[in-house]
């Protein structure tokens, strides 16, 4: 059983109210075995393991079950990648409603402007020139100084996701700053993690291998391997709570992700915030 705390309650979710949760089940499988929708070619993805469509499809899932999304939202997905969960989005989204995408990856960017822009044309891509030690070395912009070319108030929903992951703390920070600025009064941000709470900690055999976290000084990041420390970091439990609490976000739930070994229905750890009105 997934291991949830919701802080508030979280609202009904679907903005028709013919869009049930059995719907929902019923779009994703149509989704998974849709080929027609857009897909790059394997040597092309450049973001995570395992299943392109699979990985996408599921988010879907989450996006709307654990975050709230809706869909005549304006949407703002940061780290866009390679549009794995932008496809399905355009199966979820109205005509009406906004997605805008943004990446470091120019690559990323690219494709998912010459291939789904077009037959989407509320699906709009943009490259930020942030650097990144893995997936831009030599951008032009610090991600401590990230500013994002949009006006305030401009989206009623912003995710995060497998961003976090690849981030020291002071940059989290800035992008999470960010989400606030951009965020509509009662918009949400959806962020996913590795918490490195007790039992994250504790190592169960069952615990993904791969990531054998061991804390970076006093934290609260945790890293595994130093020499390229952006390829995973987790961080202090309580980290998030403490840092949207600074910047004036409402945690309305986090769920823990099955990385670290108990059953869960996602991978990673799962954090919903909401900016007040």
């Known amino acids: 059983m997934t291991a949830v705390t919701a802080l508030k309650p979280v609202p009904e979710v679907f903005a028709r109210p013919d869009f049930d949760d059995r719907r929902l089940d019923w779009l994703m499988e149509s989704v998974r075995g849709n080929k027609f929708l857009p897909e790059p070619t394997i040597d092309s993805i450049f973001v995570g393991d395992g299943d392109y469509r699979a990985i996408g499809t599921e988010f879907l899932g989450h996006l ?3 975050g709230g999304i809706q869909p005549n939202d304006r949407v703002l997905d940061i780290g866009s990648g390679i549009g794995r969960i932008a496809v399905p989005l355009t199966q979820y989204l109205s005509p009406g409603a906004a997605y805008w995408g943004v990446d ?3 690559e990323g960017v690219a494709w998912c402007s010459q291939n789904i822009t077009p037959v989407y044309d509320n699906f709009r891509f ?3 020139d942030v650097a990144h030690h893995i997936y831009n070395p030599k951008g032009a912009i610090k991600g401590e100084a990230l500013r994002l070319p949009y006006e305030p108030a401009s989206f009623d929903f912003i995710f995060m996701i497998s961003v976090a992951t690849h981030l020291p703390p002071l940059e989290i920070a800035a992008y999470v700053r960010e989400a606030k600025r951009l965020l509509a009064p009662g918009g ?3 962020i996913t993690a590795f918490i490195l709470d007790e039992t994250a900690q504790s190592a169960l055999p069952q615990r993904d291998p791969r990531l054998a976290f ?4 006093e934290g609260p990041a945790w ?3 130093r020499t390229a420390p952006l390829s995973a970091v987790g961080f202090d439990d309580g980290f998030f709570e403490r840092l949207f609490r600074h910047i004036g976000l409402s945690v309305c739930l986090k769920s823990l992700g099955h990385w670290r070994g108990q059953p869960a229905a996602h991978y990673q750890d799962i954090l919903v915030v909401e900016k007040k009105g």
């Open 64 to 66: 709307v079950r654990l």
């Open 104 to 106: 470091p990856v120019a």
């Open 126 to 128: 943009d490259h930020i």
């Open 188 to 190: 949400r941000l959806f």
């Open 214 to 217: 061991k804390r970076e000084g």
């Open 223 to 225: 890293l595994v391997d």
